[in-house]
């Protein structure tokens, strides 16, 4: 009796032995998974600008095989920009229309690895005659409260026809705008906005950086108006 008690506790501990080494190679292989991520590209651009999309393979080990497919629609990506060198990056040339959408895939021996869905904006610019462009205006920023002092609104305009805006406020990731094209942002816990821009068109260099900023009232003002 003893002894089948003995046997019992044996065969326990080396189940649990077993299953633990299971659950560790089980979590190891999830985590090693490897993840498809894009890292760099534009979200506006225009018809027949260069695009530039750069990405990340974590985890990614023995890839024979990288690239990218895009299309007009998220679910029909019909074409293919195969990476060249050893820089995970490609590039092609906007259509004259959009939206765009791409994936990026990662491909090793067994597995065909691949990114989520990202979509980039296709904006039509103003014809330009480039020989008459030596540089792009600096931006104006205008920062108009609502009535109710909850947002604001803020328009950011460059005189160089065609040209967009890539803009940051209070420190955020910069994104990129239509010129003169008013957005707004909200107040909730911000007292102070400051918001900073450039324009850019085209292979040029981007303009000086401009400089706006804005400051809530108090609310003991605000009940006096």
């Known amino acids: 009796m003893q002894n089948s008690k003995i046997i019992q506790i044996v065969a326990i501990a080396a189940a649990c032995v077993f299953f633990s080494y299971f659950a560790a190679d089980t979590a190891r292989a999830v985590y090693l998974r490897p993840t498809v991520m894009a890292t760099d590209y534009t979200r506006f651009t225009a018809p027949g600008q260069k695009i530039e999309i750069k990405w990340v393979v974590k985890n990614g080990a023995m890839l024979t095989t990288q690239f990218v497919r895009w299309g007009t629609s998220p679910g029909c990506l019909v074409k293919a920009v195969a990476r060249k060198g050893n820089i995970p990056k490609v590039s092609f ?20 690895y691949y990114s989520p869905v990202y979509a980039i904006s296709i904006i039509p610019q103003a ?15 205008k920062i108009v409260p609502a009535p109710c002092k909850t947002y604001v609104t803020i328009s950011i305009k460059s005189k160089t026809p065609g040209a967009m805006i890539r803009c940051a406020v209070n420190g955020k990731a910069p994104a990129t705008r239509q010129n003169n094209r008013p957005f707004s942002y909200s107040l909730k816990g911000s007292k102070n906005i400051t918001v900073r821009a450039v324009a850019f068109w085209g292979g040029l260099k981007p303009s000086s950086v401009a400089t706006g900023s804005f400051t809530r009232p108090a609310a003991a003002a605000i009940a006096k108006r």
């Open 127 to 141: 014809p330009v005659n480039r020989k008459n462009i030596s540089t792009i205006a600096k931006p104006v920023i």
């Open 93 to 112: 040339k906007a259509p004259a229309k959009g939206p765009i959408y791409f994936r990026i895939f990662a491909q090793n021996s067994r597995m065909l």
